[in-house]
T-cell receptor
Framework: AQTVTQSQPEMSVQEAETVTLSCTYD???????LFWYKQPPSRQMILVIR??????QNATENRFSVNFQKAAKSFSLKISDSQLGDAAMYFC???????????FGKGTKLTVNP | DVKVTQSSRYLVKRTGEKVFLECVQD?????MFWYRQDPGLGLRLIYF???????EKGDIPEGYSVSREKKERFSLILESASTNQTSMYLC?????????????FGAGTRLSVL
């Protein structure tokens, strides 16, 4: 079974600085997708960024970018110019191609200090 | 915007009660999901439905059942609530297949079983 590991239960960053959240996954499949979801305090979870495994280019969404290392099975999230509104739980998730289900990591709580 | 609505944000029930958690989505999505979220454990899939009246067990289905009589509504049922079912419950929906298969989440129901 596929597993997703987030090794940092908590991280903190100063406002305007850059932070990287780590995620590794275990799969023997070649067709899959990876996601980062954000869950702000008392608010619903939303998609931050996604990556198709067949694409070599790292995905980018404004201040959010990923470092996708397929051979190492690593999928880290970089947040640049951190803002107070970035404070949240961040979940890394994996979906096998052809499956509708997501496998989530245990999450990283990000604190942004003013 | 996709809207996934969970009927209650907070719910307090007694041990042994039958509990219904309701979820409605307005985007005509085929897939709907129920997750349980506990600190340090991330999100764990309880049940998944890929069509009306169709369901599939997730990773932790014991003690739960589901109902999907209409496409837009997916109910989670705790037949006889127990204290170890105290948790945050998240509903999600998604369209089928491919990279566009992003899951959209409701705000969650925090259930306390006393």
């Amino acid at each position: 079974a596929q597993t997703v590991t987030q090794s940092q239960p908590e991280m903190s960053v100063q406002e305007a600085e850059t932070v990287t959240l780590s995620c590794t996954y275990d799969t023997s499949e070649s067709d899959y997708y990876l996601f980062w979801y954000k869950q702000p305090p008392s608010r619903q979870m939303i998609l931050v960024i996604r990556q198709e495994a067949y694409k070599q280019q790292n995905a980018t969404e404004n201040r959010f970018s990923v470092n996708f290392q397929k051979a190492a099975k690593s999928f880290s999230l970089k947040i640049s110019d951190s803002q107070l509104g970035d404070a949240a739980m961040y979940f890394c998730a994996y979906r096998q191609g052809g499956s509708e289900k997501l496998v989530f990591g245990k999450g990283t709580k990000l604190t942004v200090n003013p | 915007d996709v809207k996934v609505t969970q009927s209650s944000r907070y719910l307090v029930k007694r041990t042994g009660e039958k509990v219904f958690l309701e979820c409605v989505q307005d985007m005509d999505h085929e897939n709907m999901f129920w997750y349980r979220q506990d600190p340090g454990l991330g999100l764990r899939l309880i049940y998944f439905s890929y069509d009306v009246k169709m369901k599939e067990k997730g990773d932790i289905p014991e003690g739960y059942s589901v109902s999907r009589e209409k496409k837009e509504r997916f109910s989670l049922i705790l037949e006889s609530a127990s204290t170890n079912q105290t948790s945050m419950y998240l509903c999600a929906s998604s369209p089928p297949g491919g990279v566009l298969n992003i899951q959209y989440f409701g705000a969650g129901t925090r259930l306390s079983v006393l």
